[in-house]
């Protein structure tokens, strides 16, 4: 990974309106995720095409993950939401959020279970005593 040279990278602040943003990821984001736009721009910087990213507690309706599937050699998705786990929720939840004619059957999340893509979906199981465990495919 060849990291960016931008030594305001590295620091530690609030996002200003003047800073890189992603409005469309696959999916147009909404309105109400006022700081997604800028997360994400910033945290694109940090994956190319040799990469393997993890995209922790991504969420089953946000397409950051989606959006790395053509940036990254291999993308891994994690949430404690079941639902990651199956297509067709996965699907029903990003319908639910986005609308019907953003989700077609052709969206990229058909992509998340497709093995030569690269991307793999699990959850994380807590328990309360001992190490977290992992129920993965």
Known sequence: MSLPTDAGLFTSRFVTRGDQRLDHLILPLHKTWWSRPYEYAWASRFADGADTVLDAACGVEHPFKFFLLDRCRE?????????ILSRER???????????????????????????LGIRCFR??????????????
């Open 124 to 137: 994380l199981v807590l328990k309360k005593k001992g190490p977290a465990q992992t129920d993965g495919r």
């Open 90 to 116: 996965t699907l029903r939840e990003l319908r639910s959020v986005f609308g019907n004619d953003a989700v077609r059957r052709d969206t990229p999340p058909d992509a998340l279970y497709h093995e030569p």
């Open 75 to 83: 993308v891994h998705a994690c949430d404690i939401d079941e639902r």
